[in-house]
């Protein structure tokens, strides 16, 4: 960030000298010393938004990973797991574990055919055309 302030300072300064009259070469050189502050600036701001995006992606397929852990392997993580994520991760973790549970609870479905009688957990099921099954 100093280097970014640093090359800030230096164009403001390039910019706010007086050009002699008729000097045409002080000009040119003026105008190149511009053209270099510029390409620096270009290639930091760059390479910054570049190292945002990555950071972004990774971020993004860390949470990606716990949510999937969520799906397999239920509500539960070791301690193993928990010692390899960060307290926000292990935080993240539980509140999307809320949400999901709190979303499975209400879930509602209504079938378009009949599909006779299905076991589950909590009991059999007699699924018929155009009737909303909720679980609650």
């Known amino acids: 960030m100093r280097e970014i302030i640093q090359i800030y300072d230096g164009m403001e300064t390039l910019e706010s000298l007086p050009l002699e009259e008729g000097s045409d070469e002080a000009a040119s050189k003026k105008e190149e010393e511009l053209i270099g502050y510029s390409a620096i600036l270009n290639l930091n701001h760059g390479a910054l938004y570049y190292s945002k995006r990555c950071m972004l992606a990774y971020l993004k397929e860390r949470l990606d990973r716990i949510r999937q852990k969520r799906w397999a392997k239920g509500n539960v993580l070791t301690e193993q797991e928990q010692s390899l994520m960060s307290k926000e991760e292990v935080n993240y973790f539980q509140q999307y574990d809320s949400l999901l549970s709190s979303y499975m609870q209400h ?19 007699n699924i018929s055309c155009s009737i909303l099954y909720a679980s609650s």
């Open 107 to 125: 879930t509602e479905v209504t079938a378009t055919c009949d599909y006779g009688e299905i076991v589950t957990t909590s009991g059999t099921i």
